[in-house]
């Protein structure tokens, strides 16, 4: 497996897209134990805060150098062939997805499956769905994160030039997110609804990464200083919190009984499409951590432990795709039988699946470059 991941790259970003993309594959099945243990359940922000965040970093350092080294057209178009093959893999994952849906619903009897992935409007009009599939405007659940991010690498292809001018656009990130979050806008979806995670304001999360992670040539790269108050202040940020979501999930008859009203209904209102102020907050919390806490050169991120979670985070796109496919499959398993033997088996076959594909997936981009050359040397700044 080593031969196979790119040991020239920024490991704790692999890393980390890598444990997100299992934590979203768990958290998808209902009644899995181990969603107990993923951060949804200790912080305010889950998987989709960690993959956005690190999109954006990633796509700045990766799409950051070419717009250094052959201008913004080049860099753009760059971007938008991206944006293409995302947008085709949304595609093949909706058709999968939703025949795999459909066919477990008429074989299981269980039509609850449609209403719960939100699959009615295309059983009662198919031709309609599809093309709103097609334009983005239908997103079932689990398949809203392509779309977002769809949307947001078309934004950052066209505000690539603000890159070099790194305040400016942060400005403008924030400045955009506060208005959509006090003039309540959204994109419209089908039928009748709104984006599940909205892009005008997720796109301040994501240009948030792309400020840590572009590096422009023969000048400082926008960096946060490392300052023990700082630290402190995440920390307590992340207790707090972590005590408040856990006492919510297990205990909610003690937050009503003990806490005041309002300490409910804040917690209550803390909303996912708009990026909650709370939940923006945690992520950058553990993002400064994280950075800071773990060096980038720490030698257990290219040992063989951590090997599969990097190899997810660099093939995220079919790992991705496949770990939606895999979270139904386990989903209807758990549904028969919830006892660990069945639970062992499906977090593993899951999780060796999804390894498989990142496998396959490296082997085949390496042979169409021609050659399976060592990690270290790989091109840089690449992204998946």
Same mark, same amino acid.
């Not at 006492?247 to 804040?266: E, H, K, S």
């Given at each position: 497996?080593?031969?196979?991941?790119?040991?020239?790259?920024?490991?704790?970003?692999?890393?980390?897209?890598?444990?997100?993309?299992?934590?979203?594959?768990?958290?998808?099945?209902?009644?899995?134990?181990?969603?107990?243990?993923?951060?949804?359940?200790?912080?305010?922000?889950?998987?989709?805060?960690?993959?956005?965040?690190?999109?954006?970093?990633?796509?700045?350092?990766?799409?950051?150098?070419?717009?250094?080294?052959?201008?913004?057209?080049?860099?753009?178009?760059?971007?938008?062939?991206?944006?293409?093959?995302?947008?085709?893999?949304?595609?093949?994952?909706?058709?999968?997805?939703?025949?795999?849906?459909?066919?477990?619903?008429?074989?299981?009897?269980?039509?609850?499956?449609?209403?719960?992935?939100?699959?009615?409007?295309?059983?009662?009009?198919?031709?309609?769905?599809?093309?709103?599939?097609?334009?983005?405007?239908?997103?079932?659940?689990?398949?809203?994160?392509?779309?977002?991010?769809?949307?947001?690498?078309?934004?950052?292809?066209?505000?690539?030039?603000?890159?070099?001018?790194?305040?400016?656009?942060?400005?403008?990130?924030?400045?955009?997110?506060?208005?959509?979050?006090?003039?309540?806008?959204?994109?419209?979806?089908?039928?009748?609804?709104?984006?599940?995670?909205?892009?005008?304001?997720?796109?301040?999360?994501?240009?948030?990464?792309?400020?840590?992670?572009?590096?422009?040539?023969?000048?400082?790269?926008?960096?946060?200083?490392?300052?023990?108050?700082?630290?402190?202040?995440?920390?307590?940020?992340?207790?707090?919190?972590?005590?408040?979501?856990?006492?919510?999930?297990?205990?909610?008859?003690?937050?009503?009984?003990?806490?005041?009203?309002?300490?409910?209904?804040?917690?209550?209102?803390?909303?996912?499409?708009?990026?909650?102020?709370? =939940?923006?907050?945690?992520?950058?919390?553990?993002?400064?951590?994280?950075?800071?806490?773990?060096?980038?050169?720490? =030698?257990?991120?290219?040992?063989?432990?951590?090997?599969?979670?990097?190899?997810?985070?660099?093939?995220?796109?079919?790992?991705?795709?496949?770990?939606?496919?895999?979270?139904?499959?386990?989903?209807?398993?758990?549904?028969?039988?919830?006892?660990?033997?069945?639970?062992?088996?499906?977090?593993?076959?899951?999780?060796?699946?999804?390894?498989?594909?990142?496998?396959?997936?490296?082997?085949?981009?390496?042979?169409?470059?021609?050659?399976?050359?060592?990690?270290?040397?790989?091109?840089?700044?690449?992204?998946?």
């Amino acid at each position: 497996m080593m031969q196979f991941v790119r040991l020239d790259r920024d490991l704790r970003v692999d890393f980390f897209r890598g444990l997100a993309l299992w934590a979203i594959f768990v958290n998808h099945m209902p009644g899995n134990w181990l969603g107990n243990v993923t951060t949804r359940n200790y912080t305010l922000s889950d998987a989709s805060e960690g993959f956005v965040f690190l999109a954006g970093f990633a796509a700045a350092l990766a799409f950051g150098m070419v717009l250094d080294r052959q201008g913004w057209f080049f860099a753009a178009s760059r971007v938008m062939g991206r944006v293409f093959t995302l947008y085709v893999a949304h595609i093949f994952l909706f058709v999968v997805f939703t025949a795999q849906v459909g066919f477990s619903a008429a074989t299981l009897d269980s039509a609850v499956y449609l209403d719960e992935m939100h699959l009615d409007p295309f059983a009662q009009e198919p031709y309609r769905a599809m093309l709103e599939a097609l334009l983005l405007r239908y997103q079932p659940s689990f398949l809203d994160i392509l779309p977002l991010y769809i949307v947001l690498l078309t934004m950052f292809a066209i505000a690539m030039p603000l890159l070099r001018r790194m305040r400016l656009l942060l400005g403008l990130s924030l400045g955009a997110w506060l208005a959509v979050r006090l003039l309540d806008w959204n994109l419209p979806a089908w039928p009748d609804r709104e984006w599940m995670f909205n892009p005008l304001a997720w796109q301040a999360l994501f240009f948030a990464g792309c400020a840590l992670g572009y590096r422009p040539p023969g000048a400082e790269p926008f960096v946060v200083p490392f300052r023990r108050w700082l630290a402190a202040l995440c920390a307590v940020l992340l207790l707090a919190t972590a005590v408040a979501v856990l006492l919510a999930t297990f205990r909610p008859d003690y937050v009503n009984d003990r806490f005041p009203a309002w300490a409910g209904a804040f917690l209550a209102g803390i909303d996912k499409n708009g990026l909650h102020p709370m =939940r923006f907050a945690s992520m950058l919390a553990i993002a400064y951590l994280v950075a800071y806490g773990i060096p980038r050169g720490a =030698r257990w991120l290219a040992s063989r432990p951590a090997a599969p979670l990097v190899l997810l985070g660099q093939q995220s796109l079919p790992v991705f795709c496949a770990g939606i496919f895999l979270s139904f499959l386990g989903r209807v398993a758990i549904e028969f039988s919830d006892h660990w033997p069945m639970q062992a088996a499906v977090n593993l076959a899951g999780l060796g699946a999804m390894v498989a594909v990142g496998l396959v997936t490296a082997w085949y981009g390496a042979e169409k470059r021609g050659t399976r050359r060592p990690a270290s040397a790989a091109p840089q700044g690449s992204t998946t």
